[in-house]
């Protein structure tokens, strides 16, 4: 089974930067695309950037030119650097990937708070 393991996140003030780290238990080119989405409480998980295995990258409108998704293949890992961080950014942040081929396969991380505050 695959893992995914989210970290970086925590409490940062209104205007700060954290970068979210996703550690994958194999090589994050074996998946059609990984990114990161987001919830907050009572709403619906929304999609904030993804990246495929080609590099194309895709971006919320909300965090486009404040958010950036990036690789590292040789550590496995996706990153999500947050700059000038809003309230609104306040949600739990789960790691993803999805593998296509004969069936569909999609993982999810175990979600990583992020916390912004005024």
Do not use: H
Not at 1 to 16: I, N, R, T
Not at 92 to 106: A, F, H, I, W
């Amino acid at each position: 089974q695959v893992q995914l393991v989210e970290s970086g996140g925590g409490l940062v003030q209104f205007g700060g930067s954290l970068r979210l780290s996703c550690a994958a238990s194999e090589s994050i080119f074996s998946f059609y695309r990984m990114g990161w989405y987001r919830q907050a409480p009572e709403k619906q998980r929304e999609l904030v950037a993804t990246i495929t295995s080609g590099g194309s990258t895709n971006y919320a409108d909300s965090v486009k030119g404040r958010f950036t998704i990036s690789r590292d293949s040789a550590k496995n890992t996706v990153y999500l650097q947050m700059n000038n961080l809003k309230p609104e950014d306040t949600a739990v942040y789960y790691c993803n990937s999805l593998r296509l081929g004969v069936s569909t396969y999609d993982y999810w991380g175990q979600g990583i708070q992020v916390t912004v505050s005024s």
